[in-house]
């Protein structure tokens, strides 16, 4: 006998046959999560003061990111907008508590393996509450201040991206084909037929100019290529990176020495921006059945939500 609660125990015999309340970060490809899943959210910087937290989804955006609401085993904290599930109905081996108004977003790429999974319609229904909080000397609610605090460190980049509605960024493999053949050339354009990606590299740029040179095209076409060239060149030149260092989950389908989204991804990475839409074709990637991809810099990931015909 060692004293310790059951619940204890059976996480420790659970760790003990492999399981991780919180999963190391890895190069695995990103698994598109299902609402209801319990899962470990991880910053997207590997250094950095930010612990994982386990969550639960609530809902899944089309813009790369994922509604979460944080998950605590702090059952005596519960109020009564929170829900606590015990293992029988949440496939963990431990008791949680759905903290259903400390709500933000994350990149799917911030989230690891499940670790159970609940029905939300039925956990919200069933589960046990706590009482209201009425006054700001309950313990209760500088314990919520420092929950706000913890979700707010994981979910500031995400919320941050999609406020920000960058342009798609031109995949560099594919841009020549796209600029050079007027059926597939609609998919950088908007609706009122203007070109709305992010300017090329200069090595892209001159790609492109190149191709467009020595292929024929007609005059609206040609003069919607120039556009796009002409704003490239006047945007600022990046630093002189090949990428070498990054890594791509899923695999490219591209040699790795010609990839110029290396040096795209890591310029991001170097700027602190976790998030590009790229894009792309399916061909040129091993998987893209999440429609996610993520390049790692060892350092910092950047998830890139992968825009395919």
């Known amino acids: 006998m060692t004293g310790l609660p059951d619940w204890v125990e059976r996480t420790r015999a659970a760790a003990r046959a492999g399981w991780h309340p ?3 970060p890895s190069i695995a490809r990103v698994e598109r999560p299902s ?3 319990l899962r470990a959210a991880q910053p997207m910087d590997a250094h950095t003061d930010t612990p994982a937290r386990i969550v639960v989804v609530l809902d899944i955006d089309t813009d790369g990111t994922a509604t979460v609401a944080l998950v605590t085993d702090e059952h005596d904290a519960a109020t009564a907008d929170d829900v606590t599930v015990y293992q029988a109905n949440n496939g963990a081996p431990f008791p949680v508590t759905l903290e259903l108004r400390i ?5 799917l790429a911030q989230l690891g393996p499940p670790l159970g999974r609940l029905e939300l319609a039925d956990a919200i229904a069933t589960g046990r509450r706590g009482l209201p909080v009425v006054s700001d000397e309950d313990p ?7 929950e706000l605090h913890a979700l707010r460190a994981l979910t500031t980049e995400a919320t941050r991206s999609t406020l920000e509605d960058e342009r798609p960024v031109v995949d560099p493999a594919l841009v020549t084909d796209l600029a050079t053949d007027a059926h597939r050339f609609v998919r950088v354009l908007d609706e009122d037929g203007r070109p709305r990606v992010a300017p090329l590299t200069a090595r892209t740029a001159r790609r492109v100019h190149e191709a467009v040179a020595s292929a024929a095209q007609g005059p609206d076409e040609l003069l919607l290529v120039q556009s ?11 630093p002189e990176d090949r990428g070498s260092g990054v890594l791509f989950s899923p695999h ?18 170097r700027e602190h921006r976790h998030s590009l839409r790229l894009i792309t074709e399916r061909e040129l990637w091993s998987d893209d059945t999440t429609g996610v991809a993520v390049g790692h810099t060892g350092e910092r990931r950047v998830q890139l939500i992968l825009e395919t015909a």
């Open 252 to 269: 490219r389908h591209v040699d790795a020495a010609d990839d110029e989204l290396r040096a795209i991804v890591a310029l991001r990475a």
């Open 103 to 107: 709500v933000g977003q994350v990149f």
């Open 22 to 24: 919180v999963p190391r």
């Open 228 to 238: 796009m060239l002409m704003e490239s060149l006047a945007a600022p030149a990046p």
């Open 35 to 37: 609402p209801g899943d």
């Open 140 to 146: 209760r609610w500088e314990f919520k201040e420092r």
